[in-house]
């Protein structure tokens, strides 16, 4: 024990002698797996295990949705791989690779370079009639006919065909709680639809149509389930048709990446108006709904899949209620098939005085906008317009400047094929904000520096456009719920309301309809609201659509003389 104080100073004099080494700070690793397909387009893989596994400590770590992961590990030598496999475009990948950790951070990139590579041999998929298979372009020629836009007053979404008696499967979310539900099967073919059952948990709808009208559709062939296995595998190429944006019938691909118990993750992209379409597998078998996208603007992020098993219950629960008289089959008002004219947006543009006041009215609690492919063109431009005539105005100084037209930001030519300027006529309708009486009664007289509390006045329930004593059927009726959050010293608002938003074919209303009017209605189940358009509006509107009546009447005449040049080459060839 008389040693202990004598050991102590002894191991201190080492210790200042021979320091101890330092403990050495980890390394933060940053793992990322990016495939490239045969396209040369990027692929990150998303929720894919990666083991670390080293002489002194192993981990694992799961890709996020932008293929990345982190962790901090001891310096040293690691062996990285990954437990399971990725398919893509008909190969297999994996990794067995080592690394040396070092320094503060380091990066490692799983990629096609440094993976181990495989063919992936498939049963060939099902025969198309012409006898070929797997082709994507046969597929989605066979298959398109199965597939239609689910509009409501939402907006629209995708549906398609579970069997021949018109069922028809999409999201709950795309028809939610409208009054109108139509489905359009193309660009000339819309009828009502009928909501039969839906799921909002599992997020799927059926409805019900008449097929009369669709001669040509098909049903979707449904992938077979079993309980424990999966119709498709994490890896596989997939597919989908829909409606996204302002388009129709669109196929997109991708692969999926991860298998969960009630959905898929793939990076298939899914943008607005895909909702509630079918992804098929590479055997051309419906696998789920395409539902929802995630995104986190590092890239372009994962969709959400409902698994087809997750609405089979639902559909053979409500089979039997698609029976006698099906819905009515007759066809609902569509976008005409000619869109706006370039030409007409352009000659907008150039005109210099405009009067935006026809378009702007005021209806009792409500405030209505009407617009036009030619007024809502000439807004947008407002602001680039104002710069240019600035721009014109200081150039007048300098005689010697040559003038040229600058047209790089006119309207181009191939957004009339994307479908970016349909000829239709809309009606906008919201309600007013205002100050109740007695808050505005406070604030004058008690607290007259506090900001103003508004609220909305009414809601919008629905609205009737009339040319003459005829009613116009809106090609679209639409219903949308609208929230305003303001604070500021002058106002503070904190409300929502439903505003409507009305698609009409561009004659809907005309100097010979004699009277032209509106009607709204609110949820106040108060006496509806008329407002009657003055001769200035009319003519207004009227004129806005001269450009695509020229445009229409030509395309009417070609199409005629084709007619009659087509019926005498019959005639003639009949004759020999």
Not at 457 to 474: I, R, T
């Amino acid at each position: 024990m008389k040693c202990r104080p004598i050991c102590v100073a002894l191991f201190f004099l080492l210790a200042c002698a021979f320091p101890l080494p330092a403990q050495q700070s980890p390394v933060k690793v940053r793992v990322r797996i990016v495939l490239v397909d045969k396209d040369l387009n990027q692929k990150p893989v998303p929720f894919f295990v990666v083991s670390l596994k080293g002489g002194v400590k192993t981990a694992e770590v799961k890709t996020g949705l932008d293929g990345t992961a982190e962790t901090s590990l001891p310096r040293g030598i690691y062996t990285v791989t990954t437990p399971k496999a990725v398919e893509l475009a008909g190969k297999r990948f994996s990794w067995n690779l080592q690394v040396k950790l070092s320094g503060g951070e380091q990066s490692l990139d799983l990629n096609n370079d440094n993976a181990k590579t495989e063919e992936v041999s498939k049963a060939a998929p099902p025969e198309s009639a012409n006898g070929r298979g797997g082709d994507l372009s046969e597929q989605f020629k066979r298959l398109k006919n199965s597939v239609v836009t689910v509009r409501s007053e939402l907006g629209h979404g995708t549906g398609f065909f579970v069997d021949n008696k018109g069922l028809v499967l999409t999201n709950q979310h795309v028809v939610g709680s409208s009054g109108y539900l139509a489905v359009q099967f193309d660009r000339e073919h819309k009828i009502v639809a009928k909501l039969i059952a839906a799921d909002p948990a599992k997020d799927v709808a059926l409805l019900w149509v008449n097929t009369a009208s669709f001669p040509s559709a098909v049903p979707a062939p449904l992938a077979p389930t079993s309980k424990g296995a999966t119709p498709v595998q994490e890896g596989e190429r997939v597919f989908t048709i829909g409606s996204p944006l302002s388009l129709e019938k669109i196929i997109t691909t991708g692969i999926i990446s991860k298998v969960q118990e009630h959905i898929l993750i793939s990076d298939i992209n899914i943008n607005p108006g895909n909702s509630g379409g079918p992804l098929f597998n590479d055997a051309g078998q419906v696998v789920g709904l395409t539902t929802f996208g995630e995104r986190d603007g590092a890239g372009p992020g994962v969709s959400g899949i409902v698994r087809i098993e997750e609405a089979l219950t639902l559909i053979e629960m409500n089979r039997a209620k698609a029976t006698g008289v099906p819905p009515s089959g007759t066809l609902l008002p569509v976008e005409p098939l000619t869109p706006y004219p370039i030409e007409g947006l352009k000659a907008a543009l150039k005109r210099e005085k405009f009067d935006a006041r026809p378009y702007y009215l005021s209806v009792g609690d409500f405030n209505v906008a009407l617009s036009t492919p030619p007024l809502d063109f000439r807004e947008q431009e407002e602001e680039r317009l104002q710069a240019e005539r600035a721009r014109q105005k200081r150039n007048k100084k300098h005689q010697d400047t040559v003038a040229s037209e600058d047209d790089s930001d006119a309207p181009k030519e191939w957004l009339e094929d994307a479908g970016a300027h349909p000829a239709v006529f809309e009606v906008y309708v919201q309600a007013k904000a205002k100050e109740g009486v007695g808050a505005g009664f406070g604030r004058a007289f008690l607290t007259p520096n506090a900001p103003a509390k508004l609220k909305f006045k009414a809601d919008f329930q629905k609205m009737q456009l009339f040319c003459g004593e005829k009613e116009v059927q809106p090609i679209h009726p639409g219903r949308v719920p609208v929230s305003v959050s303001v604070h500021n010293r002058a106002v503070k608002m904190e409300d929502a309301t439903f505003k409507g938003i009305y698609l009409y074919p561009p004659d809907a209303i005309n100097p010979q309809c004699g009277q032209a009017k509106l009607v709204i209605y609110s949820t106040k189940g108060d006496e509806p609201i008329i407002k009657v358009f003055d001769e200035k509006t009319v003519q207004a509107v009227w004129a806005d659509f001269d450009a695509f009546r020229r445009v229409a009447e030509e395309k009417a005449s070609k199409d005629n003389d084709k007619r009659k040049t087509d019926s005498i080459a019959a005639s003639a060839a009949a004759t020999k």
